[in-house]
């Protein structure tokens, strides 16, 4: 690393502390208001007044969020942090717990924007190179497809590079998890419906039972990874839901399933669909009965990251912190829609404290976040903003 900058992030490692107990307490007032996907009114009126305040230009974007902008020219980059929280009760015994029944972030979210709130202080202050930064703050990454809807406003059209980071429970705190490739995974939800004739559970010759197709077709998609995606490729396909019948004594008329494909290649994907597609069909017809199935629209492309930018997180995340390479996930992120503007990467911050019990995963009731950390993840999306504008034009990014 030269000597400049480690000159300079050392600058942002000193502000990243000293900002450190406003991050924190901003994080435990969104915390303690959490509001679900495009409901984030509270949230967005915080950031946008304390973004105005440091005198960013700053502009509404699907419905509740944010995009502030700070400079001006190319090159233009982008840090993102998600705002929405879960339906889900929290069960933690916390000063700053959830003040509103059956809604918690447990997922990080409150963390992620109190970070780059930080992160906005930072940059304000300290001498930057040339070009724009865009901070966008995301609504909706829960289902909501926030992302897509940030992309389709046309509002970061002009962004060259983008960032975003997860606070992440499965790795020790205060290290930073970052790899090139596949992060995480693509993911889209299915429904099937095999369709027969009802009647009496005591004459089923009379009638046309959809069970045992249905139940043969289960066990035939649960063969299609293991027995024709090679072994070195990664999916996930998961029936998770099968509704069928009212009585003992009644057969019914059909079988509703739902369920999860899980994927990083879109050549296993669509392999994978196709022979979903067949099975259905196929084992219904074998029964006289009629199968169909059809795929969400809500389909997460698979998070890839891009090496050079990643080439630049780890030199920036090395000079704060341990950083390790971490095993890539089979959930979902809609940060990957970004990648349809620009070369992106994505990295994962731990917050795993066994000394502290804060041990539960993501969507737990019991999820919480080791905040003496959070300076980290404050410095390194300052950082990493600044080597981007200084690095960009000779990175040669697709």
């Known amino acids: 690393m030269g000597d400049s900058m480690a000159s300079l992030q050392n600058e942002v490692i000193s502000l990243a502390r000293s900002i450190h107990s406003r991050v924190v307490e901003w994080r435990r007032d969104f915390h303690a208001h959490p509001e679900l996907g495009y409901e984030e009114h509270r949230t967005s009126r915080i950031v946008?007044?304390?973004?105005?305040?440091?005198?960013?230009?700053?502009?509404?974007?699907?419905?509740?969020?944010?995009?502030?902008?700070?400079?001006?020219?190319?090159?233009?980059?982008?840090?993102?942090?998600?705002?929405?929280?879960?339906?889900?009760?929290?069960?933690?015994?916390?000063?700053?717990?959830?003040?509103?029944?059956?809604?918690?972030?447990?997922?990080?979210?409150?963390?992620?924007?109190?970070?780059?709130?930080?992160?906005?202080?930072?940059?304000?202050?300290?001498?930057?190179?040339?070009?724009?930064?865009?901070?966008?703050?995301?609504?909706?990454?829960?289902?909501?497809?926030?992302?897509?809807?940030?992309?389709?406003s046309g509002k970061i059209d002009d962004v060259q590079a983008f960032f975003g980071l997860h606070v992440w429970s499965s790795l020790p705190s205060g290290v930073v998890g970052i790899k090139e490739g596949p992060v995480m995974a693509g993911a889209e939800a299915f429904k099937i419906t095999v369709k027969g004739k009802?009647?009496?559970?005591?004459?089923?010759?009379?009638?046309?039972?959809?069970?045992?197709?249905?139940?043969?077709?289960?066990?035939?998609?649960?063969?299609?990874?293991?027995r024709e995606i090679p072994a070195y490729e990664t999916a996930v396909l998961s029936v998770t839901k099968i509704n069928a019948g009212t009585a003992s004594n009644i057969i019914p008329e059909t079988v509703e399933m739902e369920g999860t494909l899980r994927t990083f290649s879109e050549k296993i994907r669509s392999h994978i669909k196709e022979r979903m597609k067949e099975i259905i069909t196929k084992e219904a017809e074998a029964s006289r009965c009629e199968g169909n199935i059809k795929f969400s629209e809500k389909y997460i492309p698979p998070t890839i990251n891009d090496p050079k930018i990643v080439e630049i997180v780890q030199k920036v995340a090395s000079s704060i912190t341990e950083v390790v390479t971490p095993k890539p996930t089979m959930g979902a992120e809609d940060f990957s829609f970004y990648r349809k503007i620009a070369p992106a990467a994505y990295a994962f911050l731990g917050i795993r404290n066994k000394e502290k019990g804060i041990i539960y995963p993501h969507h737990s009731p019991k999820f919480n976040v080791d905040e003496d950390v959070l300076w980290i993840g404050t410095a390194l999306h300052a950082g990493i903003a600044i080597e981007l504008l200084k690095n960009l034009k000779d990175m040669n990014l697709p």
């Open 48 to 152: 946008e007044e304390e973004l105005k305040k440091l005198g960013y230009d700053v502009v509404r974007v699907a419905k509740t969020g944010i995009v502030a902008s700070l400079g001006s020219g190319e090159p233009v980059v982008a840090l993102r942090a998600d705002m929405d929280a879960l339906p889900i009760q929290e069960e933690n015994d916390v000063p700053y717990k959830s003040r509103i029944p059956g809604k918690m972030h447990a997922c990080g979210h409150d963390a992620h924007t109190a970070m780059l709130l930080g992160a906005a202080h930072i940059l304000k202050q300290i001498k930057k190179p040339k070009g724009t930064i865009k901070l966008i703050f995301q609504p909706a990454e829960e289902g909501g497809l926030g992302a897509k809807k940030i992309v389709e």
């Open 198 to 226: 009802g009647g009496h559970g005591a004459v089923p010759h009379e009638a046309i039972d959809p069970i045992p197709p249905a139940c043969r077709a289960v066990l035939a998609l649960n063969m299609i990874i293991p």
